[in-house]
Structures are given as structure tokens and as C-alpha cells.
């Protein structure tokens, strides 16, 4: 299971105050490792540098403030944007682990 946590090297105007997108992928990859194991892994994504596919069209969105950044995304499906909630995305895993 891998979950994608977009974002750029440059906070949002409104991100002042919080981690970077990829300050809070490493925190997230810590503490999802901790509960699931290698059964997950976490992977940045640079919405500024040349994607493809998904993650191209994440990026595009996310450029057209459609969404927040640090988006996280799980299996194509936005889980957190903007300040991303733990609960909410240890939820999402086992929704899919159970479903």
C-alpha cells in the first residue's frame, strides 16, 4: 500500500504556521511504519517537478487550488489536504484493509 503526499519546497501562503509537504511525509511514513509496518510506505512528490499520469493530474489540481498541499492521497482518493489529520488517515488504511 503506498500513499502519495504531494506538495512544493515552498509553503502555501496559509501553511505558515505548519510542517512542509515534506516534512510531513517523513512524519508520516515514522508513524504509519510504526503501526503497520512494511505493509505501507509513504512517497513525496514534488507538485513543481515533471509528473505523469495520477500524479500529474494531482499536481495540476492542487496548481489550480483545487486542493491544499501537503494533499495525501491513498489508491487515487484525497484522505488529507492543507493540515492532514493522523486519525483520519489511519482510517482511510483500514477501510481498505478491511474492505
Same mark, same amino acid.
Given at each position: 500500500? !503506498?500513499?502519495?503526499?504531494?506538495?512544493?519546497?515552498?509553503?502555501?501562503?496559509?501553511?505558515? *504556521?505548519?510542517?512542509?509537504?515534506? /516534512?510531513?511525509?517523513?512524519?508520516?511514513?515514522?508513524?504509519?511504519?510504526?503501526?503497520?509496518?512494511?505493509?505501507?510506505?509513504?512517497?513525496?512528490?514534488?507538485? /513543481?517537478?515533471?509528473?505523469?499520469?495520477? !500524479?500529474? /493530474?494531482?499536481?495540476?489540481?492542487?496548481?489550480? !487550488?483545487?486542493?491544499?498541499?501537503?494533499?495525501?492521497?491513498?489508491?487515487?482518493?484525497?484522505?488529507?489536504?492543507? *493540515?492532514?489529520?493522523?486519525? /483520519?488517515?489511519?482510517?482511510?488504511?483500514? *477501510?481498505?484493509?478491511?474492505?
Amino acid at each position: 500500500m !503506498e500513499i502519495l503526499v504531494f506538495g512544493a519546497e515552498q509553503l502555501c501562503a496559509s501553511c505558515v *504556521n505548519l510542517p512542509s509537504a515534506k /516534512d510531513t511525509a517523513e512524519w508520516l511514513e515514522a508513524a504509519l511504519t510504526r503501526k503497520y509496518g512494511a505493509h505501507i510506505a509513504v512517497r513525496y512528490i514534488d507538485i /513543481d517537478s515533471p509528473l505523469e499520469g495520477i !500524479e500529474a /493530474d494531482f499536481a495540476a489540481r492542487i496548481h489550480a !487550488e483545487e486542493f491544499w498541499y501537503p494533499l495525501v492521497v491513498l489508491n487515487g482518493e484525497v484522505i488529507g489536504e492543507g *493540515n492532514p489529520k493522523l486519525k /483520519d488517515i489511519q482510517q482511510a488504511i483500514e *477501510n481498505i484493509k478491511l474492505g
